[in-house]
């Protein structure tokens, strides 16, 4: 009995122990507990934040890999919504900004990634791309340094500094860098691309060829390579060829719209103009603002004579960005030569020149002012708007041309009492001009001395227009039709080799022709025009004309004009002669200045340079020399001084003045091949 009450006695104190430890087991883990609670709720929103930031940036880079960089910006802005410090969501928005052409929205976002990511290098080389894409060339070259003095083989830097080169018009130094990039890694797509194109601009197709066909061996399953490679054999004039390109990378990417862009113009060069035409469609429903699809669309009407087709196609064109000037200079030259005078398109197309020609004259843009008060008149001549011109021409100080146009005015019908009056007041104010002291007209004598025919070759297209040679080479001969010392041959601008058109320039008895080209991206065009002798096809110079903004190929084909036209000497010739004094049917207008001593040649034996621009002609052929005293606007009168003994000057002779070359700007970075190569990104 004592047993078991001792049993019992041990057992409540068992109890009573655990009860114990159980109430200090309590008192310490309560706290363990709550803090437990509080890292929950306050740690797993974090966590679950961190996971959601997550996926919003590899959603994005699933965008990324299918070029889809809408979707993918969306997606990596609400990553850094979530996450602002997100350092690869930064760096990849700013990637997807560079590939939008946004560039300086890029410099923001990567400049923020390099501070989330000090020393990562392919950061830092985006910023490299991206300041060579904005023209900040000091800073990435300082950059790009940097980056190479750290890692002298990095890839992307190598890289960045060939395109650096490119962008400074060193392609040349660039080729060297990529070859020797090249050896280091053979197999790379990008580097091997990039010395095709720039061998390509060069001039040296063969060697391009082997280059991006080694990249197609290599990478025989990118759609890339083969857009590439597409373009590369274009360029080479291998169409057939380039079409199997274009084919196997929408294999690939069926939806590529670099390779859908160019396979239609491939099959607009291949005389497929009815299914260059379809594949506009296709772009055009896709996005109808596609301008570049727009123009081929209207050119293939052309090229199949269908010019009403053509005309409302452009027209429609026209009405989402009437500013394209490409699609309105094919247009006008159409309406031009397809349609009568009377045409009501005429006037309708004059009147946008006529008031952006105002807008110009209001802002002293001269220049600017004239070609569009010049290009509309060429569409519709019997304007009234053409009496603001002869105003313009009156304000430059040309009151002979000035009521020239007045009396045209008044030829058609078209004048009133002012205008009446101002012909009458200014043809009284020109009563003691030079030209009716020595009584002549200097409209009858007025004379050019040129003849330069402009071409274009049919397979010259630049990567944003098919025949974009055509189209400046129109332009350039149309504002050629207002230069006073040149004629510019009414020849077919298209021409199929050099040969053609170096017989059609010497059967038509040119002095020099002119074969265009145009290179060119979405924001800066370049035009060359290389200059050939008429009598035997030798080189006589390059012309560069680069420009940027709106209005870029007329002022570009503008530049190309006054570099041609300063750069051939200035002939006119000697109508009367009274006693040591001597008239010329040159003047003010012209260019003529007082003082100036020019040549006098016997009439006939002047020859052009068999090389260059210049005039030949021997010291027996030399009879005289001419020094200006009085100039007018058309013509001027000088001092004669024999050469020789013999008094051997006549009515007739030339005169000439053998100027020496004006400074042409230096040749622009090639902005076809810049924008190429930044699209390897």
């Known amino acids: 009995m004592k047993l078991i ?3 019992s006695h041990k057992d409540t104190e068992a109890q009573r122990n655990n009860e114990l430890l159980n109430k200090k087991l309590c008192v310490t883990l309560c706290p363990l507990w709550f803090l437990l609670l509080i890292f929950f709720f306050t740690v797993s929103p974090a966590l679950q934040a961190q996971t959601s930031a997550q996926a919003h940036f590899e959603r994005g880079r699933s965008h990324m890999a299918e070029e889809n960089w809408y979707s993918a910006i969306e997606s990596f802005l609400e990553c850094l919504r979530i996450n602002p410090a997100h350092a690869e969501g930064t760096a990849s928005l700013a990637e997807c900004y560079y590939e939008l052409a946004e560039f300086d929205q890029a410099l923001n976002w990567v400049r923020r990634a390099r501070q989330l990511m000090r020393g990562n290098m392919r950061v830092a080389n985006l910023e490299v791309f991206t300041l060579i894409a904005l023209g900040q060339l000091d800073a990435a070259s300082t950059l790009v340094t940097e980056i190479l003095r750290v890692e002298p083989y990095n890839r992307e830097a190598l890289f960045a500094a060939g395109e650096l080169d490119i962008a400074r018009n060193r392609p040349s130094e660039a080729m060297i860098r990529y070859r020797e990039a090249v050896r280091r890694y053979p197999d790379d797509r990008r580097l091997l691309i990039s010395l095709a194109l720039v061998t390509l601009s060069l001039g040296d197709g063969d060697t391009a060829l082997t280059y991006i066909n080694s990249a197609l061996t290599q990478h025989s ?16 004039n291998r169409v057939t060829d380039a079409i199997r390109y274009a084919e196997r990378a929408l294999h690939f990417r069926p939806d590529h719209r670099p390779t859908q862009s160019l396979m239609a113009t491939l099959r607009y060069r291949n005389a497929q103009y009815e299914e260059a035409a379809r594949l506009c469609d296709i772009a055009i429903a896709a996005d109808r603002n596609d301008m570049s699809a727009w123009y081929l669309k209207g050119l293939s009407f052309i090229r199949m004579r269908r010019f009403n087709d053509a005309i409302t196609v452009l027209t429609n064109a026209l009405s989402i960005n009437e500013n394209d ?31 952006r020609a105002r807008g110009f004259r209001q802002r002293n843009l001269i220049e600017q002012s004239l070609f569009e008060y010049r290009r509309g008149l060429r569409l519709n001549p019997f304007a009234a708007d053409r009496r603001e011109y002869a105003e313009l021409l009156r304000i430059q100080g040309f009151p002979a041309r000035y009521l020239e146009e007045l009396r045209f005015l008044q030829d058609q019908g078209i004048a009133d009492r002012s205008l009446n009056d101002a ?102 065009i370049s035009l060359k025009a ?21 209005d870029r190929l007329q002022h570009a084909s503008r530049g190309i004009v006054t570099q041609l036209s300063s750069s051939m000497p200035l ?48 010291d027996d052929e030399l009879v005289g020399r001419l020094t200006i005293t009085n100039v007018d606007e058309e013509i001027a009168i000088g001092t004669l ?41």
């Open 5 to 7: 009450e001792n049993n």
């Open 221 to 236: 399953g990118d759609h890339r390579v083969y857009y590439y490679a597409a373009y590369i054999y274009s360029m080479n």
């Open 325 to 355: 000037e490409f699609i309105r200079a094919i247009l006008e030259e159409t309406i031009i030569s397809s349609t009568n005078l009377e045409d009501p398109r005429r006037a309708r197309f004059a009147a946008w020149h006529f008031n």
């Open 423 to 524: 012909v009458e007041a200014y043809n009284s104010l020109l009563s003691n001009a030079l030209f009716r002291q020595w009584n002549v007209d200097p409209i009858d004598l007025a004379e050019r001395h040129w003849k330069v025919a402009v071409f274009a070759l049919a397979g010259q297209s630049s990567f944003q227009h098919a025949d974009a040679g055509s189209v400046a080479a129109g332009v350039i001969r149309e504002l050629l039709v207002h230069d006073r010392n040149i004629t510019p041959l009414n020849l077919e601008l298209r021409q199929p080799s050099f040969s053609q058109a170096f017989r059609q320039a010497r059967e038509s008895g040119a002095d020099y022709f002119v074969i265009v080209s145009v290179s060119e991206n979405e924001r800066d």
């Open 530 to 550: 290389e200059i050939f002798v008429g009598r035997t096809g030798s080189p006589a110079g390059t012309l560069h004309s680069f420009r940027t903004g709106t």
């Open 571 to 618: 002939r006119g010739r000697l109508l009367i002669r009274r006693q040591s004094q001597a008239l010329i049917n040159k003047g003010r207008a012209d260019g003529i200045q007082a003082n100036t001593v020019y040549d006098v040649v016997k009439r006939g034996r002047v020859q052009v340079a068999n090389e260059g621009i210049s005039l030949v002609y021997s």
């Open 641 to 681: 001084a024999r050469n020789g003994f013999f008094d051997r000057i006549e009515p007739g002779d030339e005169i000439i003045l053998q100027t020496s070359r004006t400074p042409r700007p230096a040749e622009a970075a090639n902005p076809e091949l810049r924008a190429l190569l930044r699209s390897l990104r």
